[in-house]
């Protein structure tokens, strides 16, 4: 089966409707389809789906990552703590800003997975990303933490 690559998802031809969908159907998928809808949250899931778009994208820095999730308006990352091992970026205004508190609940995953993916494929080595802090568990923005294995 031939796949689709991250350059195939930037073809948009609609000329009525354009290229934007509004972020109550972005957040139906994720948070009642996948995270109600699936076996433990999805987690599983969205891991995999998440690192297989980290690695297509096409970026070739923490940098360049950062700038694209700024861009596809998947929030405002900024580097919050950066040593030899561990990176920590804080992500403004990311999609869940808004729902409803769920204290315990950390729900965007899927980000986390895309920034390994990215980060495992331009680094060459095994990178995990863990959220950390999440809107909807009441914190002030969702955080992630880097480690460069």
């Known amino acids: 089966m031939q796949g689709f690559s991250y350059e195939d998802m930037q ?14 159907l972005f957040r139906t998928i994720r948070l009642i389809g996948m995270y109600q809808g699936l076996p433990m949250g999805g987690r599983g899931t969205t891991l995999t789906i998440g690192r297989k778009i980290g690695e297509s ?4 820095s923490l940098e360049e990552l950062l700038a694209l999730f700024r861009k596809l308006k998947i929030g405002i990352p900024s580097i919050v703590h950066r040593d030899d091992r561990i990176v920590r970026v804080a992500v403004e205004d990311c999609f869940c800003k808004g729902l409803p508190v769920l204290e315990e609940k950390l729900v ?22 863990k959220e950390i802090k999440c809107n909807v568990n009441g914190d002030d923005c969702c955080e992630y933490e880097i480690r460069f294995n």
């Open 57 to 60: 994208l096409p970026v070739r």
């Open 108 to 129: 965007c995953d899927l980000e986390g997975a895309i920034m390994e993916g990215a980060l495992t494929r331009i680094s060459g080595q095994r990178v995990t990303v």
């Open 11 to 24: 073809q948009i031809d609609r000329a009525e409707l354009g290229d934007q969908v509004p972020l109550e």
